[in-house]
C-alpha cells in the first residue's frame, strides 16, 4: 500500500483490546512521547557546557472515552487491576482509517492496563450522554505503516 500524501484524518479510527475491534470508542488522545536529556561532563572537560544523550523513554496515558452503555467491560477490566489480577496487561492497538475505511497508520501499546476509570458528571438539567473514559498505562509504544 502507498504512503497517503498530506495530513491525516483523525476521525475514522478503531481500538483493539483483547483481540476483538471496537469501533464504540469516540474519543482517543494518543499520549506525549518523552526521552529524558541526559547531561554530563567529561572530567577532562574544560567547558561548562553539558553533553547531551537520551535517557528512558517516558509516555503520558493513551486516554479512550465512549458513551456509557450497559457494557461493563472498561470497568471490569479496572477492577482486574484494582485487585491485582496477573492477567491485566493486553496489548492495545489504534487504527488510524482512511475515508474509504483502509488502514492508514496503526498505534501498538504493548502491556497495557486501566491505570485511571472516570464518567462524566450526571446532571439532572442536563440531556448529555454519560461519557466512559479509561486511561491506560504501559510499556511501550510503536508506530507503523502498514
Not at 442536563?126 to 510503536?142: C, G
Amino acid at each position: 500500500m502507498a504512503a497517503h500524501a498530506g495530513p491525516l484524518e483523525g476521525s475514522n479510527f478503531i481500538v483493539d483490546f483483547a483481540g476483538t475491534d471496537d469501533a464504540s470508542f469516540s474519543h482517543v488522545e494518543l499520549p506525549v512521547a518523552h526521552i529524558d536529556e541526559i547531561a554530563y561532563r567529561p572530567g577532562n572537560d574544560r567547558s561548562n557546557e553539558p553533553h547531551k544523550q537520551p535517557g528512558l523513554a517516558s509516555y503520558s496515558h493513551l486516554v479512550l472515552s465512549r458513551g456509557l452503555s450497559a457494557n461493563l467491560d472498561l470497568w471490569t477490566w479496572w477492577e482486574g487491576a484494582r485487585d491485582g489480577d496477573p492477567a491485566v496487561d493486553r496489548t492495545v492497538v489504534v487504527k488510524l482509517l482512511d475515508a474509504t475505511d483502509q488502514l492508514v497508520l496503526t498505534w501498538q501499546f504493548r502491556n497495557a492496563f486501566p491505570a485511571v476509570y472516570r464518567l462524566s458528571p450526571l446532571d439532572a438539567a442536563s440531556s448529555d450522554i454519560v461519557i466512559e473514559t479509561v486511561e491506560l498505562a504501559f510499556d511501550s509504544m510503536d508506530v507503523e505503516v502498514p
